[in-house]
């Protein structure tokens, strides 16, 4: 959520950034709501002073025989009924303002360039060198069946489409690329490790921008006030929600490994395919909480942590700076991880890394008092996937295919998988 003060002290800038974004709001509705809140505060504080001014009269009428105290009781009356009534009218505009600022996206930072869409999303840099194969490389759900790592067919049978068994080796390689993820960033990153629930109240998901707006995309339990995380970034990003932190304790660095869950509405007949686009995925998630000051250099560091993920597994990737018309709602500046398939002779998305300044402390009330003894501030936070491991899954089985059909193992990962270094069959 963004400060009323800003949008209305910047409404034109505000308005070309709605427009970068492809969003479609008319910011005269706000205008008009803000105004008619200043005006119904103003007739409030006047009638109470009235009431206080006509409560002193009575006080007084007893040595002063001329004034009518009925009369006067009748006038505070009358003017108490106003002020209920501007109360409950406020209330409704209030509440009409908390509604409408909740579906406003994030501003951009300078450093976003102005896009359409994915096309336009200028790329930073590239790091590993696409792997040239003597054979016709396969797609990671034919190789995948063909070892007896991943059944697709089952997890229609036990759910519905998009969801997958992994098994075998392939359940053994998700589980090794979770440990050594984590292990990677506790270890050498610095992040405290947490386990949050995988279930979260409505409030929780409001704090990080996901309700109201994505609700559709959102598994909800049907007795209960709660939804399935879309992705560990909400429980972990809500730790210190309607806190006050000393800026002595920043940065505060958190990483977790979780299922997300997700409807993914609105992508039907894309990736339809193998694990690119499931309902259900394994995800290790990193997210940050710090200063204004230093949420650039953390963003920076944020996404040189996810690098090295790609980096240690040896797997060819490029760094992208999404434009205006590809950000996410929440973020003001974002970079997307790309890892290349080879199945696909493209770079396929694995990572995103985002500043969200102030927009997710706004929704849910986190600060910091800062050390020289300054008015308390709003945190900045940032989140980004360290990495999602199902689409590493996909990246290794393809990247690591070889002409018989089996995997090569990274050699990072061979001690997470027990010393095997080849996937070669059922």
Same mark, same amino acid.
Request: charged letters at 30%; aromatic letters at 8%; a negative charge.
């Given at each position: 959520?963004?400060?009323?003060?800003?949008?209305?002290?910047?409404?034109?800038?505000?308005?070309?950034?709605?427009?970068?974004?492809?969003?479609?709001?008319?910011?005269?509705?706000?205008?008009?709501?803000?105004?008619?809140?200043?005006?119904?505060?103003?007739?409030?504080?006047?009638?109470?002073?009235?009431?206080?001014?006509?409560?002193?009269?009575?006080?007084?009428?007893?040595?002063?025989?001329?004034?009518?105290?009925?009369?006067?009781?009748?006038?505070?009356?009358?003017?108490?009924?106003?002020?209920?009534?501007?109360?409950?009218?406020?209330?409704?505009?209030?509440?009409?303002?908390?509604?409408?600022?909740?579906?406003?996206?994030?501003?951009?930072?300078?450093?976003?360039?102005?896009?359409?869409?994915?096309?336009?999303?200028?790329?930073?840099?590239?790091?590993?060198?696409?792997?040239?194969?003597?054979?016709?490389?396969?797609?990671?759900?034919?190789?995948?069946?063909?070892?007896?790592?991943?059944?697709?067919?089952?997890?229609?049978?036990?759910?519905?489409?998009?969801?997958?068994?992994?098994?075998?080796?392939?359940?053994?390689?998700?589980?090794? %690329?979770?440990?050594?993820?984590?292990?990677?960033?506790?270890? &050498?990153?610095?992040? *405290? $490790? =947490?386990?949050? @629930?995988?279930?979260?109240?409505?409030?929780?998901?409001?704090?990080?921008?996901?309700?109201?707006?994505?609700?559709?995309?959102?598994?909800?339990?049907?007795?209960?006030?709660?939804?399935?995380?879309?992705?560990?970034?909400?429980?972990?990003?809500?730790?210190?929600?309607?806190?006050?932190?000393?800026?002595?304790?920043?940065?505060?660095?958190?990483?977790?490994?979780?299922?997300?869950?997700?409807?993914?509405?609105?992508?039907?007949?894309?990736?339809?395919?193998?694990?690119?686009?499931?309902?259900?995925?394994?995800?290790?998630?990193?997210?940050?909480?710090?200063?204004?000051?230093?949420?650039?250099?953390?963003?920076?560091?944020?996404?040189?942590?996810?690098?090295?993920?790609?980096?240690?597994?040896?797997?060819?990737?490029?760094?992208?700076? %999404?434009?205006?018309?590809?950000?996410?709602?929440?973020?003001? &500046?974002?970079?997307? *991880? $790309? =890892?290349?398939? @080879?199945?696909?002779?493209?770079?396929?998305?694995?990572?995103?890394?985002?500043?969200?300044?102030?927009?997710?402390?706004?929704?849910?009330?986190?600060?910091?008092?800062?050390?020289?003894?300054?008015?308390?501030?709003?945190?900045?936070?940032?989140?980004?996937?360290?990495?999602?491991?199902?689409?590493?899954?996909?990246?290794?089985?393809?990247?690591?295919?070889?002409?018989?059909?089996?995997?090569?193992?990274?050699?990072?990962?061979?001690?997470?998988?027990?010393?095997?270094?080849?996937?070669?069959?059922?």
């Amino acid at each position: 959520m963004l400060d009323i003060k800003y949008i209305l002290a910047n409404q034109p800038e505000y308005s070309e950034c709605l427009k970068n974004r492809h969003h479609d709001f008319d910011l005269s509705v706000l205008v008009g709501l803000d105004e008619r809140r200043r005006k119904i505060i103003g007739e409030t504080e006047d009638l109470k002073a009235k009431r206080n001014e006509g409560s002193r009269k009575i006080g007084s009428a007893k040595n002063n025989p001329d004034i009518d105290v009925n009369a006067l009781k009748a006038e505070i009356k009358a003017i108490g009924e106003n002020i209920k009534t501007l109360d409950t009218e406020l209330a409704e505009i209030e509440s009409k303002l908390h509604d409408y600022m909740m579906t406003l996206p994030n501003k951009l930072s300078d450093t976003t360039p102005i896009g359409n869409d994915e096309n336009d999303n200028p790329v930073v840099r590239k790091w590993g060198e696409p792997k040239k194969f003597d054979f016709e490389p396969k797609p990671h759900w034919d190789l995948a069946e063909a070892l007896g790592i991943m059944d697709f067919e089952k997890g229609v049978m036990l759910a519905q489409s998009r969801f997958t068994v992994l098994q075998g080796m392939g359940a053994r390689l998700e589980r090794a %690329l979770v440990n050594f993820m984590l292990d990677l960033h506790t270890q &050498k990153h610095g992040y *405290l $490790e =947490v386990e949050p @629930p995988f279930m979260v109240r409505s409030a929780i998901l409001e704090g990080t921008g996901q309700l109201p707006k994505f609700a559709e995309d959102l598994y909800k339990l049907q007795n209960d006030d709660l939804w399935l995380i879309p992705t560990a970034e909400v429980p972990l990003t809500n730790l210190n929600r309607e806190s006050i932190l000393d800026e002595k304790d920043l940065p505060l660095y958190y990483t977790a490994y979780t299922p997300c869950f997700r409807r993914e509405a609105g992508s039907a007949g894309r990736d339809v395919r193998g694990l690119m686009r499931q309902h259900q995925f394994d995800k290790v998630e990193m997210v940050k909480i710090c200063t204004p000051e230093t949420s650039y250099d953390e963003l920076e560091k944020l996404t040189n942590n996810a690098e090295e993920v790609l980096q240690i597994l040896e797997l060819p990737y490029r760094v992208v700076n %999404l434009c205006s018309g590809d950000i996410g709602f929440g973020s003001c &500046k974002t970079y997307d *991880l $790309e =890892v290349w398939l @080879p199945s696909q002779n493209k770079y396929r998305e694995i990572s995103s890394c985002s500043n969200c300044e102030d927009f997710q402390a706004r929704r849910m009330s986190l600060r910091y008092r800062p050390e020289d003894g300054g008015k308390i501030r709003f945190a900045h936070t940032l989140n980004g996937s360290g990495i999602a491991v199902g689409r590493t899954v996909i990246a290794i089985v393809e990247n690591y295919q070889n002409e018989d059909g089996s995997i090569t193992i990274p050699k990072a990962l061979v001690p997470y998988m027990n010393g095997l270094e080849r996937i070669t069959g059922k």
